[in-house]
């Protein structure tokens, strides 16, 4: 993994040779470490170092995007020619007043993050988590696991031709772990900053229950409209898709989200609060995007009023808003992405939320989601799968098959009945910076349209 200076020098070989007054850079380094198992045996270890360079130049207004894996001077050039090359051929971005220059951000005095970066866990070596998952394994016999337990350290740089330089270094802990018993399959996952907050034998204990939960209790349930307690793994999925068709930039700017129109007006229920935030301590905390802006803590939805999308800096200029340090990727087309999505919890708890529910549904997480029916209303449909049960008169009565569903986001989100205090951190796969934190929520009325007839 490179260090801060060797990062600075491959930035400062790109930016000259971009030959232009206005391109910036993005240098990632990456040390991955992943363990994965079958039938409770350790089956795969893998280990992998890269390091990519992403140079964006602006010529005339218009951007230009290149991205290498090898940094000597002569592709450092080559890359430099391309990005200009695409520049040239490329239209100019209506409104854009130029690349970051060290201003801050907008909004009110920043908020400096906590280190991200755990030594330990960069250290951590693939002998350290085989004894973790070989204690796991042995203390339940009664079901066989399956899943990856990952580690990581990276080192992130990014700079322009203004003088902006930054440059951090993270960690992350990642575990997912599904446990299969002969009535089912349960599932747990956790995203940490460190390994040492990743519990191994937690996440193997609440696997475990929900494979082995009702053993003997089967039911089905006809189609209709279901009360669901849904986990923080369920919510993440979800999540994952309004990222995409709802908060971007460019779903705002294309009209496609439900918050066109809709900014500082109450669409959804007063306890849903959506936050970007990269300054929790008790999150994944990031100091800056990868044009350099400083992150903050801002709402997406603040209880039930959405407030902005997720900006890069040339769309938050396009669109007359501010901006909110959301560019996690040079050129990308969703012109900012929300990567750390944090949804305010309550004062309940699951047990609460069970013992509540006359006749309703226990969500461990969803399946084959599709969130592309209708985007305007955030309609989608999928499946439930490891762990879903069926409530009535306050008690786990039965196991159920995984369950289709189609819903609108937009409407659930003005149904939460209740919150949980408790929050969890849930990773995923294209997000390498953070994750969502996410409570248990119970929803009112969620459409259940049949059920998956070839279990998985």
Known sequence: MHDRQEAFSILDRALAAAQAAEADAAFFSTNQNISRFANSQLHQNMSEESSSLTLRVVVNGAMGVATTTSFDDEEIARTADLAREAARHSQPVQGFAGLYRGEGTEGGAQEAPPDPYDPATASLSPMDKALTLRGMFDRHAEVQ??????????????????GVRRWTRMTDADATVI???????GYATRRERSAVRLDLAQLGEEATLKATLAADQTEDLPPGVYD?????????????????????GQSYEDGSSFF????????????????????????????FDME???????????????????????????????????????????????FHMAMAGGTSSRDEMIASTKLGIWVTRFNYVNGLLEPKSALMTGTTRDGTFLIRDGK????????????????????????????????????????????????????????QETQT
Not at 145 to 160: E, I, K, L, R, S
Not at 179 to 185: D, E, F, T
Not at 228 to 248: Q, S
């Open 145 to 162: 696991f399956a899943g990856a337990y990952a580690t990581g350290a990276t080192a992130v740089a990014c700079g322009n031709t203004h």
């Open 292 to 338: 350099g802006l400083p992150k903050r803590r801002f709402a997406l939805v603040e209880n039930g009023v959405p407030r902005t999308p997720a900006l890069d800096k040339a769309w938050a200029d396009r669109l007359h808003l501010p901006h909110t340090a959301n560019a996690w990727h040079l050129g990308s087309p969703e012109h900012g992405a929300a």
């Open 179 to 185: 446990a299969i018993a002969s009535s089912g399959s």
């Open 228 to 248: 669901v307690i849904l986990e923080p793994p369920a919510l993440a999925e979800v999540f994952e898709w309004m990222n995409m068709i709802a908060f971007t």
């Open 260 to 287: 066109v129109g809709s900014l500082g007006k109450r669409v959804l229920g007063e306890n849903f609060t959506l936050l970007d935030d990269a300054t929790d301590p008790e999150f994944l905390p990031f100091p």
């Open 396 to 451: 786990v009565a039965a196991r159920l098959p995984n369950l289709r569903w189609t819903q609108s986001m937009v409407e659930a989100f003005s149904n939460i009945e209740s919150l949980s205090r408790e929050r969890r951190i849930v990773g995923t796969w294209y997000n390498p910076f953070g994750g969502t934190l996410a409570p248990v929520a119970k929803i009112r009325g969620w459409n259940i349209t049949g059920k």
